[in-house]
């Protein structure tokens, strides 16, 4: 059973910065394409970026330019670092296989106050 923990949300003005991250208890970790997700409240969980086990990140548009996400295969962990945030990123954020294929975590909750 793949466990997966998230970390670093919290409240911050608009325009400020957070770092996510997401240790994931999966074995050969590095060869798995990783994915942060948000869901805001009456909102379908969406995707947000991932990275490719060749380290290829894709971001979504509403995202781009201000969200990086990286990963650290030596301690299974994903990052999300998000800067210039909107009250829009306001959400749960949880991490995941790219393919949604893990069990959920518990998320980290982040409110962008305007």
């Known amino acids: 059973q793949v466990q997966l923990v998230e970390s670093g949300g919290g409240l911050v003005q608009a325009g400020g910065s957070l770092r996510l991250s997401c240790v994931a208890s999966?074995?050969?970790?590095?060869?798995?394409?990783m994915a942060w997700y948000r869901q805001a409240p009456g909102h379908q969980r969406e995707l947000v970026a991932s990275?490719?086990?060749?380290?290829?990140?894709n971001y979504a548009d509403s995202v781009k330019g201000r969200f990086t996400i990286s990963r650290l295969n030596a301690k299974n962990t994903v990052f999300l670092q998000m800067n210039n945030l909107k009250p829009e990123d306001t959400a749960v954020y949880y991490c995941?296989?790219?393919?949604?294929?893990?069990?959920w975590g518990q998320g980290t909750q982040v409110t962008v106050s305007s």
């Open positions: 999966v074995r050969m970790f590095s060869l798995n394409s």
């Open positions: 995941n296989h790219l393919s949604r294929s893990y069990s």
């Open positions: 990275i490719t086990s060749g380290l290829n990140p």
